[in-house]
């Protein structure tokens, strides 16, 4: 059973964002695709699990820990009778090789940050986490790639790696193992669970202001402002999808309030966000009817 979700981070989302309104460096851009590109492999992931593994097994998705000030995160965790199975899932496409111990693009000149490092990692400062809260549990770690169209040349024999093709016979090996709950695996992942930190996303993100970011309401689907608008709902002209006002209005507002936490939303700034809603009258009637009102007249804002 799933006990934690997984859902796209803050800083992917505002990346999403961002990216849609202004033009990011090469870099910045990079960074976007990429953790874009391992969330899509974390949800595939997550599909399979729910698919195939024993429906009793405790599935926590997406923890960020931190212990002796070092903070690790663990894409998906499985909790089996005494044992945990910490997942570093990988989305990785193409062909690489692996020599002397280290990963390579085979279209690239230098390795890539070595995921088997990255999974030792997890492996030290999960153990210490164990053991500082007193859970006696055996670690089994696992890196898995996710990707059907993902080749590695010279493939280390690792059995802690799991290749595309052998994806479905490592969960019959996990569901073929003994599953009895005793109480312990609840407690470790209400433990988990509880000591999750959510990082601000701020501090990771190029710097941006209202001024400089294109206005105007995007299409929920694929992000573009080619977009007409009548009385009830939102045509996107590049994919034909139709949403209604409403849902866009807050959509948009949503987006504004994530983008600048601290601006105060009102009437006018979101006729200016969305631009192409004709009326500041059915603005001011959606926000009344989804946010708290505060204030009152020219003062009036909306939480
Ligand atoms: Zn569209």
């Given at each position: ?93 193409g062909n690489y090789f692996y020599k002397d111990?280290e990963f390579q693009l085979c279209s690239a000149?230098?390795p890539i ?37 993902f080749f590695l040349y010279q493939a280390p ?147």
């Open positions: 059973m799933f006990l934690k979700s997984r859902n796209e981070s803050d800083l992917l989302k505002l990346l999403g964002f961002l990216n849609t309104r202004m033009i990011l460096s090469e870099d910045e851009r990079k960074q976007y695709l990429y953790l874009k590109k391992g969330y899509e492999g974390e949800v595939a992931f997550d599909l399979l699990t729910a698919a195939n593994l024993n429906r009793e097994m405790f599935i926590l998705n997406d923890i960020m820990l931190e212990i002796n000030h070092s903070k690790f995160q663990i894409d998906s965790s499985l909790i089996i009778q005494d044992t945990i199975i910490p997942c570093e899932v990988k989305n990785y496409e111990g000149k230098r940050t070595n995921p088997l490092h990255q999974l030792k990692r997890t492996e030290t400062l999960l153990q210490q986490y164990l053991k500082k809260n007193g859970f006696p549990f055996r670690i089994l770690p696992y890196l898995v790639f996710i990707n059907p169209k024999q690792n059995d802690s790696i799991i290749f595309p093709p052998q994806l479905s016979s490592f969960m019959e090996k996990l569901n073929s193992k003994p599953f009895n709950l005793n109480g312990m695996q609840q407690k470790l992942a209400d433990k988990l669970i509880a000591d999750h930190k959510i990082e601000s996303p701020y501090p990771k993100l190029p710097p941006y202001e209202y001024h400089s970011l294109q206005k105007g309401m995007t299409c929920a689907i694929c992000d573009s402002f080619f977009i007409t608008c009548d009385e009830r709902k939102l045509t996107c002209k590049n994919c034909g999808f139709e949403e209604e006002v409403e849902s866009a209005v807050i959509r948009s507002a949503e987006e504004l309030k994530l983008l600048f936490p601290t601006l105060r939303v009102t009437t006018n700034i979101i006729f200016d966000w969305c631009k192409v809603i004709g009326s500041r009258k059915t603005i001011r009637r959606i926000l009344q009817k989804y946010y708290k009102v505060i204030g009152c007249k020219q003062w009036t804002y909306y939480k």
